[in-house]
C-alpha cells in the first residue's frame, strides 16, 4: 500500500482530492492532509509518504526549496505540484528538481488519474531496482542537493552577523541537520562553520579598511561575541592577525 499526503490551503481541494481520487485501484491510501506548508512538511517528516501532492504558493513557504529538499532526503518520494500559478520558467525548474507531473488549477480527473498512475508506476520500477547496487545518485537528487546547498550558503551569507546556527540553516531550507551537513560537503566542499566563518572573515576584511573601527566592533559586527575566538578564526583564514591585516593595507 503507497501512502499519500496531500497539502494544499484550499480545504475544498484537499477534499475533494481525498475522496474523488480512487486511490484504491492504484494500491494507495491517504494517510495524511495539510492545509498549510508548515503543517505539511512536519506531516512528511512523520509519515514519509511515497506520494504526495501539494499545493506550491502557499503562505510561509518557498515551493521550491521545499521540492528541492523533499527530492535530495527523500529521493523515491513522488511530487505533483496542483497550482494556479501560470509561469513556464516555475515549472519547468520544478521538474527539472524531481517533480513528477506539474498541474494547473482546475485539474481534470483523467489528468490526476494519469498523474497517480504514473508516480505508482516509478514507485515500482524504483522497488525494482532496489537490489542492484546504486553507482551514482539520479540527476534529479543531484539537482535538488545543489539547489538546496546554493540556498543554504545564501542564506549564511546574509544572515553571518547573527547567532546562526546549523539548525536556523535546516529550518530555512526544510531539511535536517545531517542531511544539510551532508548535502554543503557534497555540493560546496565546505562545512556549514567554514561557509559561515568564511563570509564573517570576508566582512571583516572590508571594514577594516575603516580606521575608525576599533577592531573589538568589527568583530561584533561580523558576529563574533569572543574577541578572542574572532582572532583564532581571522589568522586561520588570513595568515595574519587583524592589525597585522590592517597595518598591511596602510
Given at each position: 500500500m503507497?501512502?499519500?499526503?496531500?497539502?494544499?490551503?484550499?480545504?475544498?481541494?484537499?477534499?475533494?482530492?481525498s475522496k474523488a481520487v480512487p486511490w484504491e485501484k492504484w494500491n494507495c491510501q491517504v494517510v495524511a492532509t495539510a492545509e498549510n506548508g508548515q503543517s505539511g512538511i512536519e506531516i512528511?517528516?512523520?509519515?514519509?509518504?511515497?506520494?504526495?501532492?501539494?499545493?506550491?504558493?502557499?503562505?510561509?513557504?518557498?515551493?521550491?526549496?521545499?521540492?528541492?529538499?523533499?527530492?535530495?532526503?527523500?529521493?523515491h518520494m513522488q511530487i505533483a505540484i496542483l497550482t494556479g500559478f501560470r509561469d513556464f520558467e516555475y515549472a519547468r525548474e520544478a521538474i527539472r528538481l524531481g517533480v513528477t507531473r506539474f498541474l494547473l488549477k482546475p485539474s481534470k480527473m483523467e489528468e490526476l488519474e494519469e498523474a497517480v498512475s504514473v508516480m505508482v508506476q516509478n514507485l515500482s520500477q524504483r522497488k525494482e531496482y532496489a537490489d542492484d547496487e546504486k553507482t551514482a545518485e539520479e540527476p534529479e537528487e543531484t539537482a535538488a542537493g545543489s539547489f538546496i546547498a546554493q540556498n543554504a550558503v545564501k542564506y549564511i551569507e546574509e544572515n553571518y552577523m547573527e547567532k546562526l546556527k546549523l539548525s536556523d540553516v535546516a529550518d530555512h531550507v526544510y531539511v535536517s541537520q545531517w542531511h544539510l551537513s551532508k548535502i554543503l560537503n557534497q555540493h560546496v566542499e565546505k562545512s556549514f562553520s567554514d561557509i559561515l566563518n568564511n563570509a564573517r572573515i570576508e566582512k571583516a576584511k572590508e571594514l577594516l579598511w575603516e580606521p575608525s573601527l576599533r577592531i573589538g566592533d568589527i568583530a561584533e559586527k561580523v558576529g563574533f561575541l569572543d574577541m578572542a575566538?574572532?582572532?583564532?578564526?581571522?589568522?586561520?583564514?588570513?595568515?595574519?592577525?587583524?592589525?597585522?591585516f590592517r597595518n598591511q593595507m596602510k
Open positions: 503507497y501512502k499519500v499526503v496531500i497539502i494544499d490551503d484550499e480545504p475544498i481541494i484537499v477534499e475533494g482530492l512528511i517528516k512523520r509519515e514519509n509518504p511515497d506520494i504526495l501532492f501539494s499545493d506550491i504558493r502557499m503562505p510561509g513557504m518557498d515551493g521550491l526549496t521545499m521540492i528541492a529538499a523533499l527530492k535530495s532526503e527523500h529521493p575566538h574572532f582572532s583564532r578564526v581571522f589568522k586561520k583564514y588570513t595568515g595574519l592577525s587583524a592589525n597585522e
